[in-house]
């Protein structure tokens, strides 16, 4: 089992944190409230056991905002960045932005989730499968 520490950051690196392989999965995720909290046409997050990921400075940066009524998203208080997710949909489980990771992880993205809903003002044409459920991606059962 490979227990490497990769390494992250918000970008004023107020918050820094680390995350020990391996991850459980992978996915961009297509959703109105990924893309509108991040700004961006689509997010990709990796998901950990919560005991494998470690705030390592800047605890007390970090907002959490409720999405959703099972759903947290986790932004830096100074720059903004959005960077971490946790639900009670997936207990025990902390979603973390792959775009703030500082160190490669130990996969690539498994898929497309909440496809239905992607922009149309981008082309996906990786071959990865797309659906509108995320766990098929997360359990690798598509
Ligand atoms: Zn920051
Ligand atoms: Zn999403």
Known sequence: MNSKIVHG???CEKIKFEVTLPT???AHCHCTLCRRSHG??????????????RIIKGENQIKWYF??????RGF?????????????????ETHVSLSN?????DRK????????????????NDGLPRNNDPDLIRENRL
Do not use: R
Request: with cysteine; hydrophobic share 40%; glycine share 6%.
């Open 9 to 11: 950051a918000c970008l």
């Open 67 to 72: 999405s959703s009524a099972e759903s947290q």
């Open 24 to 26: 459980k999965w992978c």
């Open 76 to 92: 830096c208080t100074n720059c903004g960045s959005h960077i971490l997710f946790k639900s009670t949909k997936w207990p025990g």
């Open 40 to 53: 961006a046409a689509f997010v990709t997050w990796f998901g950990v056991n919560t005991s494998q990921f």
């Open 109 to 124: 993205p498994a898929g497309h989730a909440y496809f239905d809903t992607h922009v149309d003002w981008l082309e996906f």
């Open 101 to 105: 990771m500082i160190n490669p992880i």
